[in-house]
């Protein structure tokens, strides 16, 4: 099982390697990272000033199929997303089509009028990232608030969860 990393040109620069790692670090499976190279963003919804996130997994989509990329992608946007139904949504998956898309606009710490950290905000987007990937690998939500892949209703249930899978997600994701 692999994984790549699509880091939007505008995401905060720098990070793509480092978070590739923790993303590595936290699933036990490889990552590679895509060269940017004009990936075409649709879905922005002027009066909510966010992207649709299913909106952007289908550009992603077409890209995969369009460029051949065999591994399941992750994207990582700056933008605020937001999905029907939910006033808006830290990152998306679609398993069954091996894309999914994290924001990193609500994982700083000025956003909530906080002093920026960056260690902070690595730690969220490595979260972020190994739990929409998780789902690429088949990983479903689970109930252990400390597991990666417990779905947070907020940054504080966020930050609460440690930069691991918990062993029964472990066991899944191993084939168990
Ligand atoms: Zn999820
Ligand atoms: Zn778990």
Known sequence: MRFA?????????????????????????????????????????????????????????????????????????????????????????????????????????HFYGRAPCDDDLMDRVAKEGAHEVGHLLGLEHCDERECVMYAPRSLDELDRKRKMVCPACTALLRGG
């Not at 989509?61 to 997303?81: I, Q």
């Open 5 to 109: 990393l699509y880091w939007d040109h505008r995401s905060p620069e720098g990070l793509q390697r480092p978070i590739q790692r923790r993303i590595e670090g936290i699933l036990g499976v490889k990552g590679s990272l895509i060269e940017p190279n004009g990936l075409l963003l649709t879905g922005f919804d002027m009066l909510r000033r966010q992207y649709s996130a299913p909106a952007l997994l289908t550009c992603l989509e077409a890209a995969r199929r369009r460029r051949g990329w065999e591994d399941p992608v992750l994207l990582v946007v700056p933008d605020d997303l937001y999905a029907p139904g939910e006033e808006y949504v830290f990152g998306l998956a679609r398993p069954e089509r091996g894309t999914a898309v994290v924001s990193t606009a609500r994982l700083h710490n």
